[in-house]
Nanobody, 116 residues
Framework: QVQLVESGGGTVQAGGSLRLSCAPS????????MGWYRQGPGEQREVVAN???????NYADSVKGRFTISRDNAKNTVYLQMNSLKPEDTAVYYC??????????WGKGTLVTISS
């Protein structure tokens, strides 16, 4: 069973930066889009950013101008560069990869904590 593994989470002060990475435990073929989601304390999971196979990106309004999603197709890896972090960005961040056959893979999440 393929699993996605996120890394790069941690605790930083407001205004700081973190870079998240996500890669599968083994190669996944025919990946279409990749994305990052987050779930804050007592909140529902929400989409943060998506990137398709042509590197067209979409962002939640709350992170536009601060977060950048990118991907390395050769490595099956997706990244999330997070700058100007705010306490409200505190959440567990999950990555997702979807194939052209609509198979979804999820990671178990990495905790990001922003202190004020």
């Amino acid at each position: 069973q393929v699993q996605l593994v996120e890394s790069g989470g941690g605790t930083v002060q407001a205004g700081g930066s973190l870079r998240l990475s996500c890669a599968p435990s083994r190669m996944i073929y025919n990946i279409n889009d990749m994305g990052w989601y987050r779930q804050g304390p007592g909140e529902q999971r929400e989409v943060v950013a998506n990137i398709d196979r042509n590197s067209i990106t979409n962002y939640a309004d709350s992170v536009k101008g601060r977060f950048t999603i990118s991907r390395d197709n050769a490595k099956n890896t997706v990244y999330l560069q997070m700058n100007s972090l705010k306490p409200e960005d505190t959440a567990v961040y999950y990555c997702r990869m979807r194939t052209f056959y609509n198979t979804n893979y999820w990671g178990k999440g990495t905790l990001v904590t922003i202190s004020s």
